[in-house]
């Protein structure tokens, strides 16, 4: 078993992680706190560590890229 963190700082987090969090696998952990939010999880092999990350990246610059664009509204 692979066990993973990703922790991310910055003024937006908080936001960023609620947009993010229905596409979330069960068991995946999401933890936010103020200025910053952590994804821990646990995988079998690397390959599948590698396309989670990936997703959950992808998905976290598509929301931060709506978040950008209604700012400007």
Request: aromatic share 4%.
């Amino acid at each position: 078993m692979i066990r993973a963190k990703l922790t991310f700082v910055g003024d937006n987090v908080e936001k960023l992680a609620k947009a993010v969090e229905p596409d979330n696998l069960p068991e995946m952990r999401l933890q936010i706190a103020e200025g910053h939010m952590s994804l821990e999880f646990c995988v079998d092999r690397i390959g599948t560590l590698l396309s989670t990350a990936d997703d959950f990246l992808m998905n976290l610059k598509v929301a931060e890229e709506t978040l950008l664009a209604t700012e400007d509204i």
